[in-house]
């Protein structure tokens, strides 16, 4: 949905996820909008931050809040999330939030990205001209899902849209960017996956060893940099020395 086009935030729908847990749903679909308003909520309640409250998963039109029921009951943290999500996004608010700022560095092509040459001729482009618009995008972290650390990331040009593989592959490297229908994100982890695999980074997305184990996280904003083989060898020696 285009901003042209906008209507006015859809009511907010709650729904019992768990004992121990509600679901707030803003809206259905991935629409850009309704995501930012995702995240605005979700900074609010963080803001408030009562004792009970253990944890606020965003996705791309819904917030799971997760509470200690042994603490407070579940109607009333509902009622407490109503009088919330009743409040009017302030004008600070919507020029809030952390936004963190996340630049991946990516090798393009090659073994990095076998997907980007037959990927480049489906959408009428030369190899070098997909990476250029795809690594000149200003993403945004939408949600974390599908494994740990995996990051949705809206904002991609339509017109780098690609269909997924008819067969996913039983194994993508750690650190694949790919191109999934209308969405960009990167593989954590090895496994199987279906999306284009465009390059790859050789920073670590998720590890358990850190403080905080996942890299990128909800809301945060994201730039590709192309880098070369070279580069990209330096950096994974880095990587592996400081994780020593």
Same mark, same amino acid.
């Given at each position: 949905?285009?901003?042209?086009t906008?209507?006015?935030p859809?009511?907010?729908?709650?729904e019992?996820?768990?004992?121990?847990?509600?679901?707030?749903?803003?809206?259905?679909?991935?629409?850009d909008?309704?995501?930012?308003?995702?995240?605005?909520?979700?900074?609010?309640?963080?803001?408030?931050?009562?004792?009970?409250?253990?944890?606020?998963?965003?996705?791309?039109?819904?917030?799971a809040?997760? $509470?200690?029921?042994?603490?407070?009951?579940?109607l009333?943290?509902?009622?407490?999330?109503?009088?919330q999500?009743?409040?009017?996004?302030?004008?600070s608010?919507?020029?809030?939030?952390p936004?963190?700022?996340?630049?991946?560095?990516?090798?393009?092509?090659?073994?990095?990205?076998?997907?980007?040459?037959?990927?480049?001729?489906?959408?009428?482009?030369?190899?070098?001209?997909?990476?250029?618009?795809?690594?000149?995008?200003?993403?945004?972290?939408?949600?974390?899902? $599908?494994?740990?650390?995996?990051?949705?990331?809206?904002?991609?040009?339509?017109?780098?849209?690609?269909?997924?593989?008819?067969?996913?592959?039983?194994?993508?490297?750690?650190?694949?960017?790919?191109?999934?229908?209308?969405?960009?994100?990167?593989?954590?982890?090895?496994?199987?996956?279906?999306?284009?695999?465009?390059?790859?980074?050789?920073?670590p997305?998720f590890?358990?060893?850190?403080?905080?184990?996942?890299?990128?996280q909800?809301?945060?904003?994201?730039?590709?940099?192309?880098?070369?083989?070279?580069? $990209?060898?330096?950096?994974?020696?880095?990587?592996?020395?400081?994780?020593?």
């Open positions: 949905m285009s901003a042209a906008a209507s006015a859809s009511a907010i729908v709650f019992a996820l768990a004992d121990d847990a509600w679901l707030l749903r803003l809206g259905d679909g991935i629409d909008a309704v995501n930012a308003r995702v995240h605005r909520l979700a900074a609010r309640l963080r803001g408030q931050a009562p004792p009970w409250l253990r944890d606020l998963v965003p996705a791309y039109a819904s917030l809040v997760f $509470f200690d029921e042994s603490a407070i009951d579940a009333a943290v509902k009622t407490w999330l109503s009088a999500c009743g409040e009017p996004d302030s004008a608010e919507q020029a809030c939030a936004q963190r700022l996340v630049e991946i560095p990516v090798a393009y092509g090659g073994d990095y990205g076998p997907d980007l040459a037959s990927g480049a001729a489906e959408l009428g482009l030369s190899a070098h001209e997909l990476i250029a618009r795809h690594a000149g995008g200003d993403y945004t972290v939408a949600m974390i899902g $599908f494994a740990p650390g995996f990051p949705y990331l809206s904002g991609l040009d339509p017109a780098l849209a690609l269909p997924r593989l008819a067969t996913p592959r039983t194994e993508v490297a750690a650190g694949s960017v790919a191109i999934g229908g209308a969405q960009t994100g990167i593989y954590p982890r090895p496994g199987p996956g279906g999306w284009r695999l465009l390059g790859r980074t050789p920073l997305l590890d358990v060893a850190r403080a905080e184990p996942s890299l990128l909800p809301g945060d904003r994201v730039r590709f940099v192309a880098i070369d083989a070279a580069e $990209f060898a330096e950096l994974a020696r880095l990587q592996a020395q400081a994780s020593a």
